[in-house]
């Protein structure tokens, strides 16, 4: 950590402006504080637990009114401390910057800091006084001397707004505040707010896996905030059949020349970052190897969690919509290659193509050109293509299903909708231990798949070309080592046979490497992967950035998204600037991250019970024959209920910096 | 399980809450934003600070109202601290406030004020601008929203989306600038808000009130060309008296008509009359409807509810009654018949009403009803207004002596005119009528107890006989019920002849216009209900056909029911309007900036 100077931190005060800290003193155990950015070092941080300065040129007065500015803007302005108090310590402290305080006006100041802290309705408020407060109380002569000497010297720096569910969201979408849209009459709104980040909102509020959720201090008392189920919520108030809403209307223009990108890839992450790009004006071709856009989220989920037009409204349509252009049935390293795309003219590549290509399980007698074995991924496919195109497929016999993840939860619950006799899951490990949604576990035990858990297989058996069984073997837990995790072992002799006439091995998928060539340039890692920046996402190669699946590895679809946008911002840097920038923004979450700022909080309110909602869904006998949406949606009032479950756990951290920090690359005009 | 307040031990359950537990047992907390009657604790003003002490840790800080009770946990209700931080939360209250308490709707009878004293502000110490950034309504919108008055109870919204099932507001900006306005930035009348006024009734200050509209009617009053005809509606005689102290619930009606002596009316009219007309009339539909089997029939007396079908059930419009509401139909007749037979110029002639409602305000304002541009009915007063009316006349309900009606045309009423005032009034009043016409005799007992009471949607069979026979007839109060019915009506799961649908809770006893009652919600329903009930009983005739002054109206002026000058002046047509609503993203996305 830089020099500490002084400081409040969880109520323990640091004062070293008279010599520097001992070896004895226990300074807060915080790392990562030092620069905010090459060459740009931290001079003061300010967070809910208190502020520490590094830098003795530091004005806490103009320090503090950019916190406390910051504050008044993210009120809500429902509960009275945090709606006048927030404006009022801004507009007290504004006028000590401005040389017109008065000394005399700091212990009432104090008093309302604390009396925000004290009786505000949520986490901002709560939150955002309290360094304001210790300030004060351990250093008012600091005040003192800097309203004495007049206005107070211009800083850097940036306030940054989060709370758990933001930080635990690889987009880092705005949660709360999207609820409260929601919750203030505004379903509208809070859909704008999700699709400012991504097109793919009422895809993304169905199948989402929800780290949010994990984060939410709800969690905690009667079970987390339904925030996915809001989201989905959000989107399908706005979706008006006939109607998009999506439009040229909403490009806004951020270079000077008309550039062209390439996205390779249709599925999340090529389809935000065509998203984001066309909205900055910059002309965008998406190429895809399938003959429709989605990805994996298309072949790989099926209808009866993901409507196809659900779908289809929020991916190939919305491309289209703001003028770009839909290029199927090409597939890079086959139809062409990176430097072909580069040499007709496209100023600069994103390469999204995902990780599409099953994992065999590695047992004995494995053979995929076997009838009757399949990958996870080629046999939701080949569902995907018979439901949705009329292909022929049908499932006659029973069926095993290895795995524990949500894919293999795909597979035995469209297993079953295909008509299978009877479907088995088998899983290494305990069902406590399974990946996969616990919504989807537990969908899948009612809709009859048999689970075998502990259970290995560890060969294929088969006669004349055609799966007939699979050989198993049960598994047991090993005592708990170190970290408290058990693994599993084989317990011997324990080999029995489970008959059956398929075989899906849903273990994972991995990068298809025939994608690339050498010719390409672009660096990969040993299982294929594109070595991409997490933050920029340049890969090797000039002008080729890379995101999703292909760079991740098969992981989720929020974080393809993520990464489809996040190269949309450099991309639209680099063809403006040349360069490419980490944006303060993320290096401040970085920041947070490596001193677990923002996690690891608990309640400090009782909470009167508010029970979460129950999603409504089909039946059991009525959903296992066909491939119809499972769930159904909420209601305004429950989707009312549940927003109002949300404790907005909001809290401002803020860096003072040596030297200004890069401005974002946006417009404000619209074309 | 057990806690302690102020060091004397309760006992609770486990789902209540610290305001609960201290309320059962008279323990004062003050509270601004919770409204009881309704559930409403949205923990948003935070004035009632508890301190809470549990063993082993420092003492903290909690909302009563929002705070649930652990074992064990002792309570401090006045403490310094306690004290301090409610004190200094009204001081805050104040900093974004309206301190201009003279122009306030409220003036005189806030709830803001009353905990300010309650918490021992002295002095206010803070100020913040802006206080006004939503914009005010347009002229002819009948409720009214400052923003510089309001506290953020969130009271309206609530009321309007839980109650009421309307849902027209949302909350628009943030910190200072936070505001409640009408949804999607619509204008109050183009939106799904039908005016019915419950948000200004729960609405702790002047930031929600009707558009006052006295000092018109003040210049027509010291006009000498212009003849003033006043009526009043049914639920005023018995919502009135304790604005000026008297009981609740009490008939004032013989001073209502005093004190419109004392300001100078030239005419004054009563509205029960109208609703008698409204019965024959409306009795003439429903019995040529159900006799041809026409299906359902809608009464169309509450502009509310007739606002509410047109904006979000077109398919209902048909099965309205045409026939006007008791207001409309008096306005209509006090500019011909009147006239006519007082032998005056009827363009003289300004017709004020002084009703329990702000969807009136509305209604009469509608093209349709009135001629030539021309409203039938010129100012429609809520009684909020009448007693600010009162009041700018130096008028005290106390001291005046009761006085009758007199006028020989339009002021006389049955018992079943009265009821029109509660929810089941209507249909009550009708089934007498149609008793009669059908059989030829009236209802023995007169009251049919089959439609009263106060759940809000009522079913009931009633045998008339005759040629109506059997009447399968619904009652639905607030816009919650009305809604329910009116899409299990077009669901086809529910068969009625005749529905009686009022938009407020309770009917016009309860509605948007009546005084407003602190912290309490449909605190006089009962009372105001026995009222009428009462007043009912007392009536020489108890039936509309039977008001002589009705029977006159149809024999020197419209001749029939129904017939083609009735149907001229008393009845009348609706139109659709339901907006499409469609998400503008870029307007969204410009909002958000």
Known sequence: ?671 | MKAQINGKEYSFESSDTILKLARRNGIYIPTLCELHDTGHAPGTCRVCMVEVRTEGAEAAYVTACDTPLQDGARIYTRTPKVQELRRMQLDLMMGDHNQDCASCSRHGACELIDVADAVGLKKSSISIQPLQTAPCEAADSAVVYDQSRCIRCMRCVSICRDTQGVDALEVSGRGVNSAIVIKDGKTRNESDCVSCGQCVMVCPTGALSERDQTQEVIDYLADPKIVTVFQIAPSIRVGFGEEFGLEPGGNVEGKVVAALRAIGADVILDTNFAADVVIMEEGTEVLGRVTRSEGTTFTSCCPGWVDFAEKNFPQILPMLSSTRSPQQVLGSLAKTYLPNKMDIDPARIRVVSIMPCTAKKNEAARPELGKDGIPDVDIVLTIREFARLLRREGVDLRELEPSAFDDPLMSEYSGAGVIFGTTGGVMEAAIRTLYFVANGKELDGIEVHAVRGFDNVREATIEVGGKVGTLKVAMAHGLTAARAISEAVLAGTVKYDFIEVMACPGGCIDGGGHLRSKKRYLKHAQERRNGLFAIDRKTKARQSHNNLQVQKLYRDFLGEPNSHHAHELLHTHYHAHQQEARVCLKKIWADKE
Not at chain 1, 73 to 100: F, I, N, W, Y
Not at chain 1, 235 to 252: I, W
């Open chain 1, 1 to 671: 950590m830089n020099q500490l100077t002084y400081g409040v931190w969880d109520g323990k005060v640091y004062d070293f402006r008279n010599g520097s800290p001992e070896a004895n003193d226990a300074l807060p155990a915080l790392s990562g504080l030092d620069t905010f950015a090459p060459d740009n070092t931290v001079q003061a941080f300010v967070a809910d637990r208190g502020f520490l300065v590094f830098d003795p040129a530091v004005s806490l007065v103009e320090t503090f009114w950019m916190y406390m500015q910051r504050a008044a803007e993210e009120s809500c302005g429902k509960c009275t401390p945090c709606r006048v108090g927030t404006s009022q310590l801004r507009d007290e402290l504004d006028a000590m910057r401005k040389g017109r305080g008065d000394a005399s006006r700091l212990d009432a100041i104090a008093l309302l800091a604390e009396q925000i802290a004290t009786t505000s309705l949520c986490g901002l408020g709560k939150s955002c006084s309290r360094a304001l407060q210790s300030a004060i109380a351990h250093f008012k002569e600091v005040f003192e001397q800097e309203i004495a000497a007049g206005e107070t010297r211009t800083q850097h720096g940036m306030v940054y707004a989060t709370a758990p569910c933001i930080e635990a969201c690889p987009a880092k979408l705005d949660v709360p505040h999207y609820i409260d849209d929601i919750r203030d009459g505004k379903p509208s709104h809070a859909l704008g707010i999700i699709l400012d980040k991504y097109p793919m909102a009422s895809s993304c509020g169905r199948v989402c896996v929800r780290f949010c959720e994990l984060a939410c201090r709800r969690k905690d008392a009667e079970g987390a905030v339904g925030i996915k189920m809001l989201k989905r919520f959000a989107a399908d108030q706005a979706y008006t059949p006939g109607h998009s809403l999506f439009s040229k209307d909403l490009v806004r223009p951020v270079l000077d020349t008309p550039k062209r990108v390439a996205v390779v890839g249709a599925g999340p992450a090529g389809i935000t970052c065509a998203y984001q790009l066309l909205r900055n004006g910059i002309d965008v071709d998406v190429l895809d190897s399938q003959h429709k856009a989605g990805g994996m989220t298309s072949v790989g989920i099926p209808s009866y969690r993901l409507p196809k037009d659900v779908l289809k409204a929020e991916t190939e349509d919305a491309i289209t919509r703001l003028g770009g252009r839909m290029l199927y049935g090409k597939t890079l390293g086959s139809d062409y290659s990176v430097s072909d795309l580069l040499a007709q003219g496209y100023d600069s590549v994103f390469l999204g193509y995902g990780a599409s290509r099953g994992t065999l399980l590695g047992v004995k007698d494995e053979d995929p050109s076997l009838k009757g074995y399949y990958s996870g991924i080629d046999f939701l496919k080949d569902v995907h293509d018979h439901v949705e195109d009329g292909k022929p497929f049908s499932l006659d016999g029973e069926v095993v299903v290895v795995g524990g993840g949500n894919v293999a939860m795909d597979c035995v619950r469209s297993a079953v909708r295909m008509g299978a006799k009877k479907v088995h899951l088998v899983y290494r490990r305990t069902v406590a231990d399974m990946p996969a949604d616990h919504e989807e576990i537990e969908a899948s035990e009612k809709e009859g798949v048999v689970f075998h858990c502990l259970t290995n297989p560890s060969r294929l058996i088969s006669a004349d070309g055609v799966v007939t069984g699979v050989e198993v073997v049960t598994m047991r837990q090993t005592e708990m080592d170190a970290k408290g995790r058990r693994s599993v072992e084989a317990v011997p002799g324990s080999e029995s046979i489970l008959r059956c006439e398929y075989v899906i091995a849903a273990i994972g998928q991995q990068v298809d490497r025939a994608t690339l060539s050498e010719a390409d340039g672009i660096a990969t890692d040993r299982w294929g992967c594109i070595v991409a920046d997490t933050d920029t996402l340049v890969t090797s190669r000039e002008a080729v950035f890379a995101g999703g699946d292909c760079v991740l590895g098969p992981l989720t679809l929020i974080h393809a998204m993520d990464q489809g946008a996040k190269a949309a911002a450099s991309i639209t840097e680099y063809l403006k600037n040349g360069t490419t920038t980490v944006k303060p923004e993320q290096r401040m979450q970085r920041m947070l991250a490596a001193s677990k700022l923002v996690s690891g909080e608990c309640l400090d309110r009782e909470l009167v019970d508010k029970q979460r909602f129950t999603m409504p869904e089909l039946s059991v006998a009525d959903r296992v024959n066909t491939f119809e949406e499972v769930e159904q949606v909420i209601s305004q009032e429950e989707a009312y209920r549940e927003a109002d479950r949300c404790l907005r756990c909001y809290r401002l951290y803020s860096v003072i910096t040596e030297s200004p920090l890069a401005a974002p690359q946006t417009s404000t005009q619209y074309a």
